[in-house]
């Protein structure tokens, strides 16, 4: 269930999704599919708060110990300006200081689905360093809200903030992040916002009117090591391909310039016009033309899922990404 408009509704973001993107990758003989790998923690701690990751871990024990049901959610949060170096004692302290939104409960079985999306990332990264031209993480829960030492919008741990470190560590001298879900990507861009190693692009829908609404503006360019090394690309409600498709021709030109060794994309699909809780207008079809674009890159691909809840239409454009850039 989730908080939405000021009525409680079931969650958009559900298990179904990742079920139907499967069926949908059987049913066009995409493939293969590979099941994701266990990796150790180290991996998301190298990108996370140690002591955030161990909340995630154990927070609806704690919750379920105090006698509570349904999803750990907070009832207040972390306002602008305090002194927020004590993390609080108490767990409903503790929802408040680490999450930013009343849209991601921490279930009983939260931290199996957070470290499996982690996992298929990972995997799927292992998979272009053995040489693969391309892979898709069929990530759920998605990830690129989740920053540092926070998590909301339906992100824990940041799956392809992680995979892109991993990638780093393994011996790429630069990566770039291509993040194409409607929504900012909030978190991935605060992870690498000080680094030139790693170059963060995102085309979505302007944090003036739209969540997360504290990030994503077109003056967000990086800091120190990392000034000029993030770009965003924020467009109005009602954004359809035309508009949408030049972002994209302009974020690609700044990464072929970048030279990456490798590119992840971020990839929503609630860019969709059909989408529940999101603005732009883009077509089944246009899923496959940004396939091809991306791939006229000619890089290392990693495709990571993040959101998309048009749940009739989802398998489809998602695939439609992925068979675009196969077929490119
Ligand atoms: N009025 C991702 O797409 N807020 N997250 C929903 C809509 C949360 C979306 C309220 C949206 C988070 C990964
Ligand atoms: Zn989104």
């Known amino acids: 269930m989730e908080l939405f408009e000021g009525s409680i509704v079931p969650a958009f973001e559900k298990p179904q999704r990742a079920e139907l993107i499967r069926q949908r990758i059987n049913e066009v003989h995409l493939g293969p599919i ?31 110990q105090l006698g509570r049901t ?13 002194c927020c170096n004590a993390v609080p004692v108490s767990l409903d302290g503790r929802l408040a200081y ?12 939260s931290w199996q689905a957070v470290k499996g999306s982690v996992d298929t990332a990972l995997t799927a ?26 998590y909301g919008g339906y992100c824990f741990l940041n799956n392809a903030a992680i995979a892109v470190n991993a990638i780093v560590e393994e011996g790429s001298q630069r990566v770039a992040v291509l993040d194409i879900d409607y929504h900012h990507g909030n978190g991935t861009q605060e992870i ?17 009117h739209e969540f997360p609404f504290f990030s994503g503006h077109a003056d967000e360019a990086g800091a120190s090591d990392g000034e000029g090394f993030n770009l965003n690309f924020p467009l109005p409600a009602g954004t359809g391909w035309k508009v949408w498709s030049e972002a994209l021709g302009n974020a690609l030109s700044r990464i072929a310039a970048y030279g ?11 860019t969709y016009h059909g989408d529940p809780i999101s603005h732009f207008l883009l077509g089944q079809e246009d899923f496959i033309r940004l396939g091809k674009r991306i791939a006229s890159l000619q890089r290392p691909t990693l495709f990571v899922m993040e959101g998309g809840y048009a749940v009739d239409e989802l398998g489809i454009n998602v695939v439609n990404v992925l068979t675009g850039y196969e077929g490119a």
Request: charged share 20%.
């Open 260 to 270: 990456p060794d490798v590119l992840v994309v971020s990839l929503g699909v609630d």
């Open 70 to 82: 349904g999803g750990a959610i907070p009832y207040s949060f972390l306002a602008r300006g305090c």
């Open 192 to 208: 690498f916002y000080r680094r030139d190693d790693v170059l963060f692009v995102s085309i979505h829908a302007d944090p003036t």
């Open 34 to 64: 590979v099941n994701a790998s266990e990796f150790p923690l180290r991996f998301a701690t190298a990108v996370h708060d140690l002591r955030m990751v161990a909340f995630i871990e154990n927070a609806y024990t704690e919750w379920e």
């Open 98 to 109: 680490y999450t930013f939104d009343v849209a991601t409960p921490v279930t009983r079985t």
């Open 125 to 150: 990264a292992k998979l272009l360093h053995d040489g693969e031209r391309a892979a898709f993480a069929l990530c759920r829960p998605p990830g690129h809200h989740a920053g540092t030492d926070y």
